[in-house]
T-cell receptor, first 114, second 109 residues
Framework: DTAVSQTPKYLVTQMGNDKSIKCEQN?????MYWYKQDSKKFLKIMFS???????INETVPNRFSPKSPDKAHLNLHINSLELGDSAVYFC?????????????FGAGSRLTVL | GQNIDQPTEMTATEGAIVQINCTYQ??????LFWYQQHAGEAPTFLSY??LDGLEEKGRFSSFLSRSKGYSYLLLKELQMKDSASYLC??????????WGAGTKLIIKP
């Protein structure tokens, strides 16, 4: 009954590899996001999808490719991993309540690139 | 550029009151959010302010002054479980969230 679930929780891999992180939400929200939280704890938006349509695509290397097969899923594929990609990646979904766009986050996926 | 400033770390005593400040400079303003993030966990929503003034929700209150670009989160009757990072985020004119780095709050018995 987890609201936003993402897998895997931990991912350790070598430079140059390709990896994917999956995200699913059962809240019925229309909008989903991928955030990156680096070692300094800043949360940075990477992508946002609304009803499977890409609406935010920040300055992210094109090695990162999101895919939304339906509005409940937003997966993140990363090609040719680099050391600087090591971070915690959070998936989130949102609904607007009384004008506030409230985010519900997944538990995070900690990616370590060696 | 856009900037959210909050103290890196604060320490308080169980049962006391603590105020965590946030100042912002953003291109436009469409609301300010506070989120709580326990170590190794996801951020969770605490409060939302879009008009000036104080919003109270149990032991937590959040204040906003748009003219000063300033907000604070007030935590009363502190409990050990309140030890966490508190993230301030502002929604700008493009309705994008700009996040601060968070304030790590340490509660001591």
């Amino acid at each position: 009954d987890t609201a936003v679930s993402q897998t895997p929780k931990y991912l350790v891999t070598q430079m140059g590899n390709d990896k994917s992180i999956k995200c699913e939400q059962n809240l019925g929200h229309d909008t989903m996001y991928w955030y990156k939280q680096d070692s300094k704890k800043f949360l940075k938006i990477m992508f946002s999808y609304n009803n499977k349509e890409l609406i935010i695509n920040e300055t992210v290397p094109n090695r990162f490719s999101p895919k939304s097969p339906d509005k409940a899923h937003l997966n993140l594929h990363i090609n040719s991993l680099e050391l600087g990609d090591s971070a915690v990646y959070f998936c989130a979904s949102s609904v607007t309540v009384s004008g506030a766009n409230v985010l519900t986050f997944g538990a995070g996926s900690r990616l370590t690139v060696l | 550029g856009q900037n959210i400033d909050q103290p890196t770390e604060m320490t308080a005593t169980e049962g006391a009151i603590v105020q965590i400040n946030c100042t912002y400079q953003t291109s436009g303003f469409n609301g300010l959010f506070w989120y709580q993030q326990h170590a190794g966990e996801a951020p969770t929503f605490l409060s939302y302010n879009v008009l000036d003034g104080l919003e109270e929700k149990g032991r937590f209150s959040s204040f906003l002054s748009r003219s000063k670009g300033y907000s604070y989160l007030l935590l009363k009757e502190l409990q050990m479980k309140d030890s966490a990072s508190y993230l301030c985020a502002v929604r700008d004119s493009n309705y994008q969230l700009i996040w601060g780095a968070g304030t790590k709050l340490i509660i001591k018995p």
